[in-house]
């Protein structure tokens, strides 16, 4: 059996988050899993927190908004604005935390995301700028990379059941 890499990295020099993380399936179906709604809801949360999308239009200049939700119905919305895409390749994003009402809470980070395929292995490509080393740390203080990191596992547990 082939080790999945997984990196994760901080640059505070350039107040940027790095993370490489490869699964064991075909780009089409990693692609989907981060650009269809549907199955988004069903990965991009860490356990036993669930994501829900209130709408998503991905496109570029379009949006997605979503909360994630606690198991006590606590809702922490967020908004994507979608400034790229390139197909099966990369597309990238504006995220700003929200409230519930759709009104960001600037600063936010922009996401740049690429995806490349070797072998039956896709591996996403993450940059996270922040435009401010405050907003960075408190992110990580937030316990991004140990959230992130379970998020992803749960997309590689997905994208076995899904490739059946």
Do not use: C
């Not at 999308?53 to 909360?67: C, E, L, S």
């Not at 606690?70 to 790229?84: A, I, M």
């Not at 895409?85 to 600037?106: G, H, M, Q, R, V």
């Amino acid at each position: 059996m082939n080790t999945l890499q997984f990196d994760f990295k901080v640059d505070k020099s350039t107040n940027t988050v790095l993370v490489d993380r490869e699964f064991d399936a075909e780009l089409s179906l990693v692609w989907d899993a981060f650009t269809k709604q549907e199955i988004l809801d069903q990965w991009w949360a860490p356990k036993p927190w669930t994501s829900k999308t209130k709408f998503m239009d991905f496109k570029v200049g379009g949006r997605r908004f979503y909360a994630m939700v606690s198991p006590e119905g606590q809702e922490h919305w967020s908004l994507q604005k979608y400034t790229s895409i390139s197909p099966k390749t990369n597309f990238k994003y504006l995220n700003a935390f929200a409230d519930k009402d759709e009104n960001p809470d600037l600063p936010g980070s922009n996401w740049d995301l690429n995806f490349s395929e070797q072998n039956g292995i896709t591996r996403v490509s993450i940059t996270i700028y922040n435009e401010s080393r405050e907003r960075m740390e408190k992110m990580l203080e937030m316990g991004f990379k140990e959230g992130f990191t379970m998020t992803l596992n749960e997309l590689g547990n997905l994208l076995l059941t899904l490739k059946k």
